[in-house]
């Protein structure tokens, strides 16, 4: 006969080994995943709170609320798990809980059959208690116990059909009652189905529990792996860094052209973004970057082209760099490293071709001597823009939020934030106003031939999905468009501990905040050079606009020259919105803009 083997290529098990190696690299530890402990407290910790994300078959939402309310404490009720989260079996998990935790009581078909069951308190989830089960109750051979098995896992009823018979003859000429046979019978009838090796489970198991033990006891290093592993997938990394962020909420290092690698790394506890993982741009090309700093960092955006070939890294790669901020080390204006690209690596190119012609030049190395280009003299980009280019990079927003200048102005109109709606929720359905920035929007038709539509928005604390019918989507198609600011009225509920929101409601942003009200602003300078700037942004803003809100504005200079903070107040009230407010931001010489 012939061996029929399957192979399963697992990116988890890379993931492992990558996670051991930074864990090495950074501790000069040497673990070995097959010798962790089966009893560690904080890798159960972890799964009694369904923080789950990047663990291996433990991931998805529905398998991280049924770990909440199982709490597992030993490393089979994790096997079980496995086995009962799939299509028919996951009806029994709820029964599965509450016998664990003594809310319902234990009952075995026979007494016979009450080791078999006893670790999954009752309930047959695996193939191998059904073989067991044939030989303790039925008096089946190994040999015909696994046929049973096969005839259950193929799903063959005519096979089942015949086994029926046998197993009720072996079980009465074991003592066991006609009535209890057949029940009994009926829930192996049942469990073909289902019926879930225990051996496959247990594998997949291990890589988890490994997996599991490696986020909870070396989080920064795991997290690193995970996301080296979906390199190029942009919406999964946006959940990853999420979870680093707000789950973990551990310390992270944006993309930098001084500090990052072609992947992801850990710094001094930190997680340090991956250049690679920028859109449009190659780990390779990223490579000559890292290769060209080696352990000198870059000075200028002038010493970062005369040691790197940005020729040979490419202007689309370079865009990206300077849209995610990567150069901020070497310029804050990102604007300006962006516009003046071309002239970088041109000044590039002309700097290696001298060297590598092998002209020697009086004034040290070769190409040191040509002089640098004068960089374009643009303003920075205003704060809403500049997010928008970091979203063009990355994928998701990492500095900030396009929203973080509307929130004080939100706040006064009612609108909370998706975390304050998620708790909200826990406790029942409500009605509520949410704002948003539109990522996304796809249109479907009902059987009844209406539209409807689910859009994906975010705020500054997360992302979110709602859904919209016929009637609200046609009055507020105009403003759904990626990009767009909007504020929402929903109808929100928990289900699954999942949010789901029904939007019944549309208005854009700049109406809503319009409404609000006035308030004011403070503004941290660190030089009275800013002062000028500053004042001209605010009599622009009040010559611009008529309407509105409008607030008192007062100025805190911070200089080292002074004794001590300087307040000023203007005395007079100028027109205050998040626009304005940007504008502000992207002055030089300005530190920080609050509301009053």
């Not at 063959?156 to 015949?162: L, R, T, V």
């Amino acid at each position: 006969g012939l061996l029929k083997m399957d192979f399963l290529g697992l990116k988890t098990l890379t993931l492992i080994k990558d996670t051991v190696k930074i864990v090495k690299a950074k501790h000069d530890i040497l673990l070995d995943p097959d010798s962790f402990p089966l009893d560690d407290e904080k890798t159960y910790a972890l799964f009694q709170k369904g923080e789950t994300v990047g663990v291996f078959q433990y991931e998805s939402p529905g398998m991280q609320k049924h770990l909440k309310d199982l709490k597992p404490t030993v490393f089979e009720d994790l096997i079980a798990m496995n086995a009962l989260y799939r299509p028919g079996p996951m009806d029994l998990i709820p029964t599965f809980v509450a016998r664990k935790h003594g809310r319902e009581e234990v009952i075995y078909p026979h007494p016979l059959v009450e080791s078999v069951l006893s670790e999954t308190y009752g309930i047959m989830v695996y193939q191998e208690q059904v073989m067991e089960i044939a030989r303790q109750m039925a008096g089946y051979s190994l040999g015909g116990a696994d046929l049973l098995r096969r005839a259950m896992g193929k799903k063959i009823q005519e096979a089942m059909d015949a086994e029926r018979p046998k197993f009720l003859a072996g079980a009465a000429s074991n003592g066991v009652d006609e009535k209890t046979a057949k029940a009994t019978w009926d829930l192996l009838d049942k469990f073909a189905n289902y019926g879930f090796n225990k051996s496959h489970a247990a594998a997949y198991a291990v890589v988890s529990y490994q997996t599991a033990w490696l986020k909870a006891n070396h989080p920064v290093e795991f997290m690193a792996g995970v996301m080296n592993c979906d390199l190029h997938l942009t919406d999964k990394l946006a959940i990853y860094f999420d979870e680093v962020r707000k789950g973990l909420n551990l310390p992270y290092i944006p993309p930098c052209v001084n500090r990052s690698q072609a992947r992801f790394d850990v710094a001094e506890g930190a997680l340090v973004y991956g250049l690679g993982a920028l859109k449009n741009v190659g780990v390779e090309a990223m490579g000559l970057i890292t290769n060209g700093r080696g352990d000198r960092p870059f000075s200028t955006v002038f010493d970062f082209a005369r040691r790197v070939d940005l020729k040979r890294v490419g202007k689309r790669p370079l865009e990206m760099l300077a849209r995610a901020g990567a150069f901020d080390q070497l310029d804050r204006n990102r604007h300006r490293v962006f516009d003046s690209l071309d002239d970088l690596v041109a000044y590039s190119a002309a700097v290696h071709e001298q060297r590598n012609s092998s002209q020697v030049s009086l004034f040290g190395e070769a190409g040191e001597d040509l002089p640098e280009p004068r960089l374009s003299p643009v303003p920075n980009w205003l704060p809403a823009v500049q997010l928008a280019e970091e979203f063009k990079a990355i994928g998701f927003y990492l500095s900030g939020h396009p929203l973080d200048d509307y929130m004080s102005s939100l706040k006064r109109s009612g609108v909370i934030t998706l975390d304050q709606l998620v708790e909200k929720a826990k406790d029942g359905p409500l009605v509520a106003k949410l704002a948003g920035i539109v990522a996304g929007r796809q249109e479907r038709k009902s059987a009844r031939g209406n539209r409807f539509a689910f859009v994906q928005l975010s705020d500054t604390t997360g992302a979110f999905e709602a859904t919209m019918f016929s009637d609200t989507l046609e009055t507020s198609r105009e403003y759904l468009e990626v990009g767009s600011k909007i504020v929402l009225s929903v109808e929100a509920t928990m289900e699954a501990e999942q949010l789901k929101l029904l939007c019944r409601s549309v208005q854009p942003m700049d109406g809503a905040v319009a409404q609000a009200g006035g308030a004011g602003l403070r503004i941290y300078l660190d030089t009275p050079l800013a002062i000028e700037p500053v004042a001209t942004v605010l009599r622009e803003a009040a010559r611009a606009t008529k309407l509105g809100a409008k607030g008192p504005i007062s100025f805190c200079l911070l200089d080292d020259s002074l004794p001590g903070e300087v307040d000023m107040d203007l005395g007079q009230n100028f027109p205050v919105t998040p626009q304005i407010k940007g504008a502000l931001k992207s002055l030089e010489g300005v530190l920080m803009v609050e509301d009053l």
